[in-house]
């Protein structure tokens, strides 16, 4: 069935007459006109294969089909993170690839299929290695801190003569809608571009914003735009109307050869039109009127491109119909085709769950375990605390792999907070380790970049608490970018977090956070804790180890508490460290050797639960101490084997009773056949007060020991 825009459009088409104008570059016209129509005829197939009920997505590019000036103007080479109306972008993009066939990767994308070239049949999205297209997901503005890091991360490679996976003269690509220029993940991106300008640190990306007026449903005030995005400090705006198209070549030529020859940002404001609603399902008559629907058809940009074509005399309005039609049937030839194959078998879809979880179950431990080798250090030194052993193994990583960067908000110049990166800035110098502004999403966003340009990221945030201000570049763009990709991009990454409670005389929510279970339920994603300076080096090699050679997303969470603390028991100086554990992925500790039960804990945990089982011993109570050290994944198997032999366990969690690890450690012993004795003592479900109130809310020593005599049925 034919689309009123479809039947508006020829029908203007057939009035079409020559004008006389002049065309610099006719062929340049011709392939924009056909990676529009590409684009057009694929938004009608994906509602034709819904109604077939093959189709899954049907948000669509119409109206958007000015951005393929914006692919063609551009190279392979130029990194581009895209708004999910680029269906134009992509076809002009493939037009300089051979290999590419854009209909048949689109159409394999739209029906789910294992064809799809980007995420291998796991979500609809533009993007293909070979075009440098990076898959996004449909998080609002989510694109653009990563876009921002990796044009940061370009302009970084070539002042440390760093080889990136893109040309030394790339140019970053990221485009948005109006509606998305108004989430602040898009507005604190610009800022940090334009902070970075403002200060010549080169910073080479075109944002493009597709002003199409409106958000869905909601409006874009007129003239919004133009005022919002011309305001920032240090990036050039310019205005195209994607409706001229000769201008618009001119505009952004132009635009793309200021970002590429200067290194600087620039905003480009592509003024365009949204035709057929906001996706298949949007009933737009029941907040537009008919007549303003009608209306924009006339400020269609196949439209203008097919006047100018017949204006310039370079196609009759008869070549015009005719290649649309052919395109049409073009189109529609390789989605029947791509139906067929699906009813036949010889097209797949993803059929068991093993397959769509491949690329989070990607594994190279042999890698790993090599990697982790090569970064120890030749010899121990002095006992050291866990603030000085993490800095001391930030140093050997440092030392051992230049591409390693390490940043966040006051690493450099002081050193951090708690002084673990005292130092560094000095040893390494400041390219590689520096200050960011204070925004997580920007932290964060600079680590996705960095790494998409081949480095190995090692961002700071500052307080657990603080995490959640970003973590949507966590969860939506880190963690998902291997299984969207079906792993043909990695992220890995090791972000540091200062985190956990039991600070002295330094308290309150913000800095003694103790929640976990934002992190817990991300896939992919690794989340390590150290108990100890033993632990730690060894936890933070692997982390880096698991980044390096598995694209992983790390978390390095280290307990502010513990980071100076020298003794277990008074003045035993227990909690130094001068050699360190093995961190072994997916591996627990133990300390003491006890069997009437075995205490399961981490972080903070660790500590008091020793302290524990020394009072247990002067009550005759012989217990272990197990340290998880791997918070995500659990180390499920290693835990199984090492309770088998105990009674009795009980799970000494300083998270919160609701949502904390210890759920987590019960579901694994429970599932796995553990048929001993299990309880379980927790901090409370509060936040955590300011001062002696959070000893009332948080998992204590004395709780452990209780719950431990209880256990044993001791008075």
Request: charged share 20%.
């Amino acid at each position: 069935m034919a689309e009123a825009i479809d039947e508006y459009f020829l029908k203007q088409v057939r009035s079409a007459r020559p004008g006389g104008s002049v065309v610099a570059d006719p062929d340049r016209l011709l392939r924009y006109f056909d990676a529009q129509l590409a684009s057009r005829h694929l938004d009608f197939a994906a509602r034709w294969l819904q109604s077939e009920g093959f189709g899954y997505y049907t948000i669509g590019s119409s109206g958007h089909e000015a951005n393929a000036v914006v692919g063609a103007a551009t190279e392979v080479t130029d990194p581009a993170l895209l708004h999910y109306r680029s269906g134009g972008f992509y076809a002009a993009r493939a037009q300089q690839y051979s290999a590419s066939n854009p209909i048949r990767d689109v159409l394999a994308s739209l029906v789910a299929s294992t064809r799809d070239p980007m995420s291998g049949g796991r979500h609809k999205v533009f993007g293909h290695p070979a075009l440098g297209i990076v898959p996004q997901t449909s998080t609002i503005g989510s694109q653009v801190p990563r876009a921002v890091g990796l044009a940061f991360a370009l302009g970084r490679a070539k002042a440390l003569r760093h080889r990136t996976p893109w040309p030394e003269n790339a140019v970053v690509v990221c485009s948005f809608g109006d509606a998305s220029a108004n989430h602040s993940t898009t507005v604190g991106a610009l800022n940090s571009a334009a902070y970075c300008a403002h200060q010549s640190v080169p910073m080479p990306i075109l944002f493009v914003c597709e002003d199409n007026g409106i958000g869905i449903s909601t409006r874009s005030p007129r003239g919004w735009i133009a005022q919002s995005l011309g305001r920032f400090p240090s990036i050039e705006y310019v205005r195209a109307d994607g409706n001229d198209p000769a201008e618009l070549m001119r505009t952004v030529d132009a635009a793309v050869a200021t970002v590429r020859n200067r290194r600087r940002p620039v905003v480009l404001h592509l003024e365009t039109v949204r035709l057929m609603g906001h996706a298949g399902s949007d009933a737009e008559l029941a907040y537009r009127s008919s007549a303003d629907i009608v209306g924009d058809y006339e400020r269609d940009p196949l439209l203008a491109s097919a006047r100018a074509l017949v204006d310039a005399g370079i196609l009759t309005a008869a070549d015009v119909e005719g290649r649309y039609q052919a395109m049409h049937e073009t189109v529609m030839a390789e989605a029947a085709a791509m139906v067929d194959s699906l009813r036949s078998g010889a097209s797949a879809r993803l059929a068991t769950a093993e397959a769509v979880m491949a690329p989070l179950a990607d594994r190279r431990p042999a890698a790993v375990a090599a990697a982790e080798s090569s970064l120890r250090p030749a010899q121990g030194g002095p006992g050291l605390t866990l603030a000085a052993m993490i800095n001391r193994t930030l140093t050997d990583i440092m030392t051992a792999r230049p591409d390693v960067l390490v940043f966040g908000e006051d690493v450099a110049v002081k050193g951090g907070v708690y002084g673990v990166t005292k130092g560094l800035r000095k040893k390494f110098g400041a390219a590689r380790v520096f200050d960011t502004l204070l925004d997580e999403q920007t932290v964060l966003g600079t680590a996705l970049g960095a790494a998409l340009a081949g480095f190995v990221p090692i961002p700071e945030i500052q307080y657990l608490a603080y995490l959640h201000n970003g973590e949507d570049q966590l969860r939506g763009e880190a963690a998902s970018l291997k299984f969207f990709s079906d792993a043909q991009f990695t992220n890995g990454m090791v972000v540091r977090i200062a985190g956990l409670a039991y600070q002295r005389g330094f308290g309150g929510h913000f800095h003694n956070d103790n929640a976990l279970a934002v992190l817990r339920d991300i896939p992919g994603i690794v989340v390590a804790v150290p108990s100890s300076a033993a632990e730690a080096a060894g936890l933070l090699r692997t982390c880096v180890a698991l980044a390096v050679e598995e694209g992983r997303v790390c978390v390095f969470l280290e307990p502010i508490a513990l980071y100076h603390r020298t003794d277990l028991l008074d003045g035993d100086g227990a909690l130094r460290c001068a050699d360190n554990l093995s961190g072994d992925f997916g591996t627990i500790t133990s300390h003491l050797d006890g069997d009437d039960l075995v205490i399961v804990t981490f972080g903070n945990g660790v500590v008091m639960s020793r302290r524990a089982a020394s009072r247990l011993r002067e009550r005759g109570i012989a217990a272990t101490v197990v340290d998880l050290r791997w918070i995500v994944p659990l180390p499920v198997e290693d835990l199984l084997h090492r309770l088998a032999r105990f009674d009795r366990v009980l799970i000494a969690d300083e998270t919160r009773h609701d949502g904390g690890v210890g759920e987590g450690v019960v579901t694994a012993l429970v599932e796995g056949g553990y048929d001993g004795a299990i309880a379980r003592v927790s901090s409370k479900n509060s936040f955590v007060p300011l001062g002696g109130a959070a000893d009332l809310v948080l998992l204590s020593e004395d709780e452990i020991v209780a719950a431990a005599m209880r256990m044993m049925d001791v008075e």
